[in-house]
Each structure stands twice: as C-alpha cells, then as structure tokens.
C-alpha cells in the first residue's frame, strides 16, 4: 500500500539496507558461534516481511527507469532474466566460497552485495510519478486497490490464476531432490545438472519474452506456457531415463518463467501509475504466498504417496489451470487491445 505513497527509491534503499543488517547478524551468530533454530526462524520471518516490500518496489520501480512504456516489456524480460541467471550461478558459488572460506563468509560477502545496490540505487535519480494520497486511511486505501484489481478484467484474470498456477506448479522444485533420488536413482551432482538445465531455461523464456513477444500476444502467450509447463511436467513425472528427464529440464524452465513473466508484463503494461505498486504487492503474494503453501501441501503428498505421483498430480492440475486460461481469452481479447492503445502500447 505504502509503496504507491512514497518515493520508491527510498522504499528501496530501506530494503537494502534491511537485508545487509539480516545477514550481517546471520554472519555475526556463526562467528560466535550462537546459532540457534529460534534465532533462524525469526531471521526467516524477517527476510519474508522484507523480500514481501522489495519484490513489488524493484518491479513497480522498473517503470520509472525506461524512457517509453514501450521498453517495459524487455526490461521485465531482462530483470527476470537476470534473477535466473543469479539463481543458475548462486549456489555453485556459494559452495566454492563455503569449502575455501566457510558459511560465514557467505553471508558477509551477501551484506557487501547488497551495499553495492544500496550505492546504485543511492547515485539513481528516477523521475515523478505519480502517486496515491496519503490521507487516505490504510484499509481505505487497500480496499481501493483491491477493486480496482477487481473491477479491470484483464488484471483480475491475470492475478487469480497466477495465484492457483503458483501453488500447483511452483511446488515441482521441492519435490525435484526426492524425485532425482527416488526415482531416477541419482545423487547431489545429477540434481545440479537437473536444476541448471531448468535454470538454463529460464533464462531463455525470460529472453523470448523480451525480444520475441509482442504486447498484443502475451494474453495467449500466458496459457500456451502454463499448458506448456503441465504438459512437460507430466512427462516429466512419468520418465525413468536420467538423460531424458534432464533433457526435458530446459522445457520446464522456459515454459514456467515465459509464463510468469508474461503475467507480470501485462499486469504492468495496462495497470495505473497510482495504484501500480498495490497491484503489484497483490500480485507478488502469489509467488511469495502461494508458492510456499503449494510445496508444504506437495511435501504432504509426497509423504503419503511417493515422489512421482505428487509430481504428477502438480503437474496435471497445472495443466487443466492452462486450459480454463485458455478458456478465458475471448476477456482479454475484449478488453486488453483497447488499454493498450489508450497507452500507447499498439
């Protein structure tokens, strides 16, 4: 809510600095050695409450960085492909530092990256936009975001099934070590192949996006992935060959960020200035919400089934969420070409 009242620069700049105190104090309790569960917990639910503030003010702030609402979508694509590029690369490095330097370093070397962000966004001048009141009370304020996110059809549809595809697909990564290991009968270093090969296809969706997409076409470009994704992730669940399981990683990777990606772009494209970052925050629930609720509930199933039949069971309810997408376009097509003409985005 606060982040369509003030400036996001500095909504930012908090959020750094934020997260170089959280793993400064994660460094802290490993030098001393008074690391405890609690400790870690309540470290946990702290980096929940500021990864919640920066996700939606890094993407509400992408808008303010381009020069026409023309390059938004290549800027989504390019941020995206940057945080799977960071994913791909994250943890190799984290395991080379920890086996020459230790955890602790780890966690120092986090706090001095996040200081240089908080010196790019420092040196950053973004221009005006504008903004929500702020006499507005809180839940009046919420409450006038929420329907407006209601009433504009495209927004709704866009958010309400990124909730539902989020806590059925986005559980997949959770049960991708047990899977490896139960049923393909690999170990650690077939997982880091498995989990690169999806990386590596992110990376390419979030590039298809930018380059390949046009605004008009991320509507349908939506449910062709997500369909995409259910049906490479029942393939997936089914094969027992090592080599084609990892050969159909890529596929994964590239179906689920070109679909997520997609959602954001257009939620951006058609949603309004002052009521951009609210939207956003709605939005962002779904992977930082949603997701998580999904793995605990696809970790259950797991226990009671095994690997193969909760991945397949995520990977066949994803599949039928393309599909009633699908069914739904004939609301995009009524709507979504006419507000991006009103913005100059046709």
């Known amino acids: 809510m606060f982040l369509d009242r003030y400036d996001l620069r500095a909504v930012l700049m908090g959020t750094q600095i934020a997260m170089i ?3 400064l104090a ?21 980096l929940g409450i500021i990864t919640a503030v920066d996700m939606p ?23 995206s492909g940057s945080f799977n590029l960071a994913r ?18 780890c966690f120092v070397l986090n706090a001095v990256a996040h200081l240089a962000v908080l010196y790019a966004f420092w040196i950053m001048r973004l221009p005006e936009r504008k ?20 009433k504009v059809t495209p927004i709704r549809l866009c958010i309400l099934y990124n909730y539902v595809f989020c806590f059925l697909a986005l559980p997949y990564v959770v049960l991708m070590p047990l899977f490896v290991t139960d049923v393909l009968d ?24 930018a380059f390949r ?58 949603v309004d200035e002052d009521k951009r970052g609210r939207v956003l925050s709605y939005y962002s629930f ?21 690997a193969r039949t909760a991945l397949v069971v995520c990977a066949v309810m994803s599949l039928i969420v393309g599909i009633m997408h699908a069914l739904r376009q004939k609301a995009y097509d009524a709507s979504v070409p006419e507000i991006l003409r009103e913005k100059g985005l046709l």
């Open 21 to 23: 105190l959280h793993s």
């Open 26 to 46: 994660i460094a802290f309790m490993l030098y001393t050695g008074t690391v405890t569960y609690t400790a870690i917990l309540f470290l946990s639910f702290l």
């Open 57 to 79: 003010a890094r993407q509400a702030s992408i808008t303010q960085m381009i020069d026409h609402p023309s390059q938004l979508q290549s800027a989504l694509s390019l941020q």
């Open 88 to 105: 791909l690369l994250g943890p190799s490095v984290a395991g080379f530092i920890i086996n020459a330097a230790g955890e602790m370093a």
């Open 131 to 150: 903004k929500s009141s702020r006499d507005m009370r809180v839940i009046d304020s919420l409450k006038e975001g929420l329907n407006y996110m209601w």
């Open 186 to 209: 690999g170990d650690s270093r077939h997982l880091g192949f498995m989990m690169g090969g999806i990386g590596i296809g992110a990376l390419a969706g979030a590039m298809f996006i």
């Open 213 to 270: 997409v046009s605004a008009s076409r991320l509507p349908a470009h939506i449910w062709h992935m997500q369909t995409l994704f259910g049906a490479a992730l029942i393939a997936y669940g089914l094969v027992t060959d090592w080599l084609v399981a990892l050969a159909l990683a890529p596929v994964l990777g590239f179906s689920l960020v070109s679909s997520l990606v997609s959602n954001n772009s257009l939620i951006q494209a058609i």
């Open 286 to 306: 779904g992977l930082l919400g949603f997701g998580p609720l999904g793995a605990l509930l696809a970790g259950k199933f797991a226990d009671h089934m095994d």
